[in-house]
């Protein structure tokens, strides 16, 4: 990625210059809001405040076309004026907020598996692409925190990995794929979530960590800032190696002026993650933590959710505005940072028109990236006796959280029974779906059974009581799929997106080999481990 070009100035400056107090605040704000339509409410909340940007979620996405009429229609709102930030977090894995008309990636574990910064640049591109066919202009991806804590209940597949110079490799290239595809790229979490155990959803994490482990932590975002990143979002967390206090990054200008503005030259947008988060709104108040982010360093605030929050938000900011509690050069700053992001990205000329995009069909070519990173990342952690590859001929019993593996398999061997069950049953469920996965097991020849988290473990247990071998396909986390000590094999592939369990399937039968390797160590199994299952060509001819 060459270096980012300086912007014309002029454009910038004027826009500024002619900006009211209103202005200024609105393009500092990035809100959410619900409906999959442009209604009076929304042109009230998007160009009533004259917002700089809109994020949206699941919640706000049915379909491709719907979303990409949404974003045409929100655009439309501000004709003549500064045109928003149209943005989601769609970082693939378990993240994915609209699958129709996008590739729709493994994710990042999947990718840190692979080992190929090629690969992570061709999922950047096609991501990159298809998002920008709907509307999109932003995404909020990749994670670049690196997983160092297994127990981190936020960031586990979403990262990398556990290595720093691998999160920074693919990191790398992943942000270099999406912003040549001219979307702009907010990469997540600054100064990094991977090294906590708590969810700043719902408490503050700390990270435990000494200065030097902290700083190292950070090569990855540094890196990418070297490269010209776009922007960053902050994360809800207390860094007290680096601070010597309990004051979240978000808020901290020891970290974000400091640190990310003047230590590491950062010069783009810095956006918070959202303020409604318990970490920030319990301790601060939505409102004054608005104002006490913009002026530590960021640039916008995100407030996604209560309409009552971007009212607090909005009055919060008027007023330490006027009173100078913001200072004036603080916020023209932000929203110079805002604007040279929108003319670099070129937002302020029209994309290409509607209905010419939705008349053009997704990219067969971004499509097949997805199954290539998918094929790549398999990784088997385990073999005992020669229970893989199977035959079309057996019979396989499927227990599964994840209704695409148990498909894929049963398209393999006609035979093939399938028991779904849900991800985390209710208690009255379990006797009965403990009945049922033991007589599939019963009455099979081998079980696969897909897991995704510990509910999953008891099932492996069950049908190896029945005296059938076991093959586990792991789709989550692999620091879970280690403890599946019943099994005769183990598979890792980090994600239950259709490619991942595609891949899992063509494993499985030996059309696929397995060369993924662990991108994060294990009790029992060090970082880099892998096995090469045998093909099916290998299995027939072996002695």
Request: net charge neutral; with cysteine.
């Amino acid at each position: 990625m060459t270096e980012r070009p300086p912007p014309p100035p002029s454009r910038v400056e004027a826009l500024l210059g002619g900006m009211s107090l209103e202005d200024k605040v609105g393009q500092v704000m990035m809100v959410g809001f619900g409906g999959t339509e442009v209604d009076g409410g929304v042109e009230q909340l998007v160009r009533g405040r004259r917002v700089g940007g809109v994020c949206l979620f699941k919640r706000n996405i049915s379909d491709g076309e719907q979303v990409a009429r949404l974003n045409a229609d929100l655009r439309a709102l501000f004709a003549g004026g500064v045109p928003p930030f149209l943005t989601l977090d769609q970082e693939g894995g378990n993240v994915v907020r609209v699958k129709d008309g996008v590739v729709v990636l493994p994710g990042n574990m999947a990718l840190g598996a692979t080992r190929s910064p090629e690969l992570a640049y061709a999922a950047g591109l096609a991501q990159g692409q298809d998002l920008r066919r709907l509307g999109f202009n932003m995404n909020l991806a990749p994670v670049l925190d690196v997983n160092l804590n297994p127990r981190n209940p936020v960031i586990g597949s979403r990262s990398y990995g556990d290595s720093v110079a691998l999160v920074s490799e693919l990191g790398r290239a992943f942000v270099r794929g999406q912003q040549d595809a001219g979307l702009v790229t907010v990469a997540k979490h600054f100064p990094g979530h991977g090294a906590t155990d708590a969810d700043s959803h719902t408490e503050l994490p700390v990270m435990r960590a000494t200065r030097e482990e902290v700083l190292a932590q950070m090569e990855p975002f540094r890196d990418v800032i070297h490269e010209g990143l776009d922007g960053l979002m902050t994360a809800h967390v207390a860094v007290p190696g680096l601070t010597g206090d309990d004051v979240p990054a978000t808020l901290h200008p020891q970290l974000l002026g400091g640190l990310l503005r003047e230590r590491l030259g950062f010069d783009g947008l810095v956006l918070t993650d959202e303020l409604e988060m318990d970490a920030i709104a319990r301790r601060y108040g939505v409102g004054q933590a608005a104002v006490l982010a913009v002026r530590a360093g960021a640039d916008m605030v995100l407030v996604p959710w209560r309409a009552e929050k971007k009212t607090e938000v909005h009055e919060a900011l008027m007023a330490a505005a006027r009173s100078g509690e913001l200072p004036a050069a603080r916020l023209d700053e932000a929203v110079r940072h805002i604007l040279v992001t929108k003319e670099r990205r070129g937002l302020f000329s029209p994309p290409p028109a509607l209905e010419e995009r939705l008349a053009t069909p997704p990219s067969v070519q971004n499509e097949e990236v997805a199954h290539r990173i998918a094929r790549a990342a398999v990784t088997l952690l385990r073999s005992q006796g020669q229970h893989i590859p199977l035959t079309p001929q057996s019979r396989v019993g499927v227990i599964t959280a994840e209704a695409s593996l148990g498909a894929a398999i049963a398209a393999r061997a006609p035979r093939a029974r399938v028991l779904d069950v849900p991800a985390w049953p209710e208690r009255s469920q379990r006797a009965g779906l403990r009945r049922r996965a033991r007589q599939l097991a019963l009455g099979s020849d081998v079980v696969v059974v897909g897991l995704i988290n510990s509910y999953q473990l008891e099932l492996v247990t069950l049908a190896a009581s029945t005296g059938r071998p076991v093959v586990v396909v792991s789709m989550g986390l692999p620091y879970l799929a280690e403890q599946a000590d019943e099994a005769r094999a183990v598979l890792a592939v980090y994600s239950y997106q259709p490619a991942a369990t595609e891949a899992a399937a063509a494993a499985l039968f030996g059309e696929i080999g397995t060369p993924g390797r662990l991108p994060v160590g294990l009790s029992r199994l060090h970082f880099g481990h892998g096995l090469d299952a045998p093909r099916r060509e290998q299995a027939r001819v072996s002695p």
